[in-house]
């Protein structure tokens, strides 16, 4: 691939909003970087997707961002961390360009959680594609081998959230009853990962229906925290970045509807412009 080599932004991908507040992490800790987001929005939501399907429009969208100028680019999406970044990784950057890097929302989070919980047994509230890869209790497993993870999938929380409904009686009832099948499983969690980039915005309804002791965890601080010990360790990938503190958005569907919800995720009005992730970019 004859991507620009200049020094560039960073990329950050999701399968339509969730990613806003792992973007909005990042900002807070690092605001002297340039950003590019893109959602593919209109293929959303990758969660019911197939495991091939998922790393196909993830390969689209992390190979866009490389031609718009992107070093390094964060998948800010635990459905395509889960189903595509392994394989990314593997298959396509040593192929397209050794020098670049994608890195995902999972091994941030599985980094912490052993810091975190007290008895070891931890909850996951994610999508069912997440759920069903099992990818949060491998990479877990891997550092923290005695946590026991319990998944619980949670369909219509991402819509709730993306049709402003967050703040809604039904999204009482949604949460409650996802939380409460949680703690069925497994009644001794202590410490409860949203394994899905949306979830904080439901997060008041949430701590509502979380007994007293238990932590949440978001992921939005802790995938920064990782992101800037990365640039730390990797001063050959941070002296490939651009400094101007700016940040472009891209949509896959409609800039007006993505503008529209966007705020609900960022608090404030920004630009959006829409991209074709579709066509595979020649060699």
């Given at each position: 691939?004859?991507?620009?080599?200049?020094?560039?932004?960073?990329?950050?991908?999701?399968?339509?909003?969730?990613?806003?507040?792992?973007?909005?992490?990042?900002?807070?800790?690092?605001?002297?970087?340039?950003?590019?987001?893109?959602?593919?929005?209109?293929?959303?939501?990758?969660?019911?997707?197939?495991?091939?399907?998922?790393?196909?429009?993830?390969?689209?969208?992390?190979?866009?961002?490389?031609?718009?100028?992107?070093?390094?680019?964060?998948?800010?999406?635990?459905?395509?961390?889960?189903?595509?970044?392994?394989?990314?990784?593997?298959?396509?950057?040593?192929?397209?360009?050794?020098?670049?890097?994608?890195?995902?929302?999972?091994?941030?989070?599985?980094?912490?959680?052993?810091?975190?919980?007290?008895?070891?047994?931890?909850?996951?509230?994610?999508?069912?594609?997440?759920?069903?890869?099992?990818?949060?209790?491998?990479?877990?497993?891997?550092?923290?081998?005695?946590?026991?993870?319990?998944?619980?999938?949670?369909?219509?929380?991402v819509?709730?959230?993306?049709?402003?409904e967050?703040?809604?009686?039904?999204?009482?009832?949604?949460?409650?009853?996802?939380?409460?099948?949680?703690?069925?499983?497994?009644p001794?969690?202590?410490?409860?990962?949203?394994?899905?980039?949306?979830y904080?915005?439901?997060?008041?309804k949430?701590?509502?229906?979380?007994?007293?002791?238990?932590?949440i965890?978001?992921?939005?601080?802790?995938?920064?925290?990782?992101?800037?010990?990365?640039?730390?360790?990797?001063?050959?990938?941070?002296?490939?970045?651009?400094?101007?503190?700016?940040?472009?958005?891209?949509?896959?569907?409609?800039?007006?509807?993505?503008?529209?919800?966007?705020?609900?995720?960022?608090?404030?009005?920004?630009?959006?412009?829409?991209?074709?992730?579709?066509?595979?970019?020649?060699?």
């Open positions: 691939m004859n991507y620009p080599q200049a020094n560039g932004p960073i990329g950050v991908f999701d399968s339509g909003y969730g990613g806003l507040t792992i973007l909005h992490g990042i900002r807070q800790l690092l605001p002297e970087y340039d950003y590019i987001y893109v959602g593919d929005n209109a293929r959303a939501p990758y969660g019911p997707r197939s495991f091939d399907v998922v790393y196909e429009f993830t390969r689209q969208a992390v190979s866009k961002l490389f031609d718009m100028g992107c070093r390094l680019v964060i998948i800010g999406c635990n459905t395509a961390s889960a189903k595509a970044l392994r394989s990314i990784q593997q298959n396509d950057l040593p192929q397209w360009d050794p020098t670049r890097r994608v890195l995902g929302v999972i091994r941030p989070t599985a980094e912490i959680i052993g810091k975190l919980t007290r008895n070891g047994h931890v909850g996951l509230l994610a999508t069912e594609g997440t759920v069903k890869s099992q990818s949060y209790n491998l990479e877990i497993a891997k550092l923290w081998p005695n946590i026991k993870v319990t998944g619980q999938a949670c369909p219509f929380w819509p709730l959230i993306e049709y402003n967050a703040d809604s009686p039904g999204a009482d009832y949604f949460v409650k009853k996802r939380m409460d099948q949680l703690m069925l499983k497994d001794d969690i202590d410490t409860i990962i949203l394994g899905c980039t949306h904080p915005i439901l997060m008041p949430i701590l509502k229906y979380t007994k007293p002791g238990v932590t965890v978001p992921q939005g601080e802790y995938v920064a925290n990782s992101l800037k010990d990365y640039l730390r360790r990797h001063p050959e990938m941070d002296t490939t970045l651009t400094r101007g503190a700016t940040c472009r958005y891209y949509t896959t569907e409609s800039p007006e509807r993505f503008k529209e919800t966007a705020s609900i995720f960022l608090h404030e009005n920004v630009d959006v412009e829409h991209v074709d992730l579709g066509q595979e970019r020649a060699s």
